[in-house]
């Protein structure tokens, strides 16, 4: 049998997936596992990479004796993950010195207030990113400051630095001692040690913050014919890895939106918008975020423009694990339509700090408008509805930056399957919101690079004909209410700042 499948490796904040596709970009099969998060303190929260690579294994086992597809099959492996979550291990033994410290935790928010404003600009100049508790620098300095071990280990060469990408990598071509060090561009332009122009570790940033060399892994395409390496696992032996993709800009890939002025929004545990700049790098003055959008083998990379939101499914999550309104994440949807609006009540979920384009790490949580009309209902709905307005904020920062206005709005992400939400998010945004047949677009974009890097697919003309629309939502709201709605969202959104302690 020929190698007819290509597989990811989708590594996200709150689970694990490993999904095999058909070269249709059809999913074959798939397994998913959960991983605990770790909140130690208020605004801090950390995941065990043992148990993520433990994780790994199990959903590659499981999805491959499910299918029973073998190794052989599998023509190429894509790696994609949550992007600034970061790890330092050691490389002969292969264990953490730390929990990974995930892109949500906010503990670095002193290191923010202590940076001047010469070494802001620097950040901001050379990375295209605000000095933020977003972004790996910080989280590495604070795990260099405060676990003595690694500056001790790392004289001897020992020490290892990357966001969950390289972990996987590491582990995945051998592990202990022998496996790779490597990362991508994407997930390298978030660590905020890359500088964006030239996609090399910036000598400034580097000096200025102390950060040793030797630690950094080895920055590459996202889709490389070089190849990053072979798998070495028992059951998955000898399978090329032929990219990786931070999540965000994997379902960028995944939903082939290739051509400058193409947008998409994944919706996931937080929402991020990204919007394809060509070669272009924009700046933006409206508190997005320059990043690398993808580079393929040895064309010019391209870059977008991102906004990113902290907390949208996860909103759901607390719904039902804190204040268990209803059972499952899929129940939101019933409880917010048994109401026909959302009452007047406005929730801006700002559990720890607003993104973009507001970057403010002192605003918290708030529901407002609340009377005793209100119910379990409209709290649903004002939940639901707050990705929405969230996603307008992103989408009126980007217009302004970019100078194009958008015509259209490709969504994908675990959320997307809520056509209430779908069709809100077209009707406050008011262009069409498309969502594709293969709404798993962060996994595809993955195993699309990596399939690129073994000549699978010729070019991202290929891909384009591969992608195909499932449902179209047109926006039916009148221009008065949407305005009148989206003022409101605003004035709750002044009412979740300067809460933090």
Not at 13 to 18: E, I, Y
Not at 52 to 61: E, F, L, S
Not at 235 to 258: N, S, W
């Amino acid at each position: 049998m020929g190698k007819n499948y290509i597989a990811a490796i989708d590594q996200g904040t709150t689970s694990t997936r490993f999904i095999i596709f058909d070269k249709s970009g059809n999913i074959i099969a798939s397994n998913q596992v959960e991983h605990k998060q770790i909140f130690p303190k208020p605004g801090w929260v950390e995941h065990d990479p043992m148990e993520i690579w433990k994780n790994t294994k199990t959903v590659i086992k499981a999805t491959l004796e499910k299918s029973n597809i073998s190794p052989n099959d599998i023509a190429s492996l894509g790696i994609t993950n949550q992007r600034e979550t970061t790890v330092v291990w050691n490389r002969k033994t292969g264990k953490p010195y730390y929990n990974a410290i995930v892109w949500q935790d906010t503990r670095t928010k002193d290191y923010i207030e202590r940076i001047t404003k010469e070494e802001a600009e620097l950040l901001r100049r050379k990375t295209g990113l605000p000095p933020s508790t977003y972004f790996s620098l910080f989280k590495l300095l604070w795990i260099l400051e405060n676990n003595p071990e690694v500056m001790k280990d790392t004289l001897k060469g020992e020490v290892l630095f990357g966001t969950i990408d390289s972990f996987l990598i590491f582990n995945l071509t051998g592990g202990e001692g022998k496996g790779k060090h490597i990362t991508d561009v994407t997930n390298a332009s978030r660590t905020m040690l890359m500088n964006i122009e030239t996609l090399t570790y910036d000598e400034d940033i580097l000096k200025n913050f102390n950060i040793p060399r030797n630690i950094l892994p080895e920055i590459r395409p996202s889709s490389d014919t070089n190849l990053y390496g072979y798998t070495e696992l028992d059951f998955l032996k000898g399978v090329p890895i032929g990219g990786a993709l931070g999540d965000q800009q994997a379902a960028l890939v995944g939903q082939t939106c290739f051509e400058e002025g193409e947008a998409k929004n994944t919706y996931g545990t937080g929402c991020f918008l990204l919007l394809n700049t060509g070669e272009k790098l924009v700046k933006s003055n409206s508190g997005l975020l320059t990043t690398v959008a993808y580079k393929f083998g040895d064309e010019p990379q391209s870059y977008a423009l991102e906004g990113s939101i902290a907390i949208t499914g996860a909103l759901v999550q607390w719904l039902r694990d804190n204040l268990k309104f209803f059972e499952k994440s899929a129940d939101i949807e019933a409880l917010a339509s048994s109401v026909e609006d959302n009452g007047g009540v406005y929730f801006v979920p700002a559990f720890s700090g607003l993104f973009a384009p507001y970057w403010r790490s002192d605003a918290r949580g708030v529901i407002v408008g609340l009377t005793r009309y209100a119910n379990k209902g409209h709290i649903a709905r004002a939940a639901l509805e707050a990705t929405a307005y969230q996603t307008k904020d992103v989408i009126l920062a980007m217009e302004k930056d970019s100078n194009t206005k958008l015509q259209r709005l490709k969504v994908d992400g675990g959320m997307v399957v809520n056509e209430l939400l779908m069709q809100f998010q077209a009707d406050i945004i008011n262009v069409p919101v498309i969502r594709p047949k293969v709404i798993e677009t962060t996994s595809l974009g993955a195993a699309y690079a990596a399939s690129l890097a073994v000549g699978v697919f010729s070019s991202k003309e290929e891909l384009k004909r591969n992608w195909r629309v499932d449902k179209i939502f047109v926006p039916k709201m009148d221009d008065t209410k949407r305005e009148k709605l989206y003022q409101s969202w605003l004035k709750a959104v002044e009412k979740s700042f300067n809460l933090a302690e």
